[in-house]
């Protein structure tokens, strides 16, 4: 099983989602929705009591290891990311993932176009290739989210393609998601690359 984890920046903390975040996650996702058109992001409490169940069976069978963002400025949880799709190919079953997704990623409105999702990426990354020695990290969206995909290019990632039909949209039908992805011998840069970037904010 994943270990839980805190990971602190200068602007946020992520901590284990739990259900007790119910109340404060839902907050956040209500202050401005149309920001959310390719993004599953829980709608009203019992929804979001939902998604965090959901979220912490997927920790219980070692697939996620979910977040809470929480902004060190108001003490308010912001949104939500997690750690999914973990793999590991050569070593021990319960060794640290080789291989991940950061992904499930949405923030309220009032913090999009902040130093927010650049600290969270920067710290789960760390998290990835750092301390799990990872090989690989993936991220993707859907392929009609170009903010998501602006943003993910800022970051370093390489875009890898488009898998059509792949899953269900948010909005209905199905989606075409665009994949992205994070090698070990590329973390460097991009590691110098967000903590640039974060001084800007700062």
Known sequence: MLKPVILKGSLVQLEPLAIDHTQALCDAGSEN??????????DG??????????????????????????????????GSTRFMDVKVFTRPADAAPEVCEIGSTWYASAVQRTGVNTECKLLMLTHAFDVWQAVRVTLKTD?????SRTAILR???QFEGIRRAH????????????YYSILREEWP?????LSGRLKAYN
Not at 33 to 42: D, E, G, I, K, L
Not at 167 to 178: E, F, K, N, S
């Open 33 to 42: 929705r149309t920001t959310y058109a390719y993004t599953h992001v829980p």
């Open 155 to 157: 970051i370093g990632a």
């Open 189 to 193: 840069y991009i590691r110098q690359n």
């Open 143 to 147: 392929v009609r989210n170009q903010r």
């Open 45 to 78: 409490i019992e929804e979001t009591k939902r998604y965090i169940e959901r979220a912490l069976s997927d920790y219980e069978k070692g697939l996620a290891l979910p977040f809470a963002v929480r902004s060190l400025e108001t003490d308010r949880i912001i």
């Open 167 to 178: 899953i269900p949209a948010v909005d209905g039908g199905l989606r075409d998601t665009a």
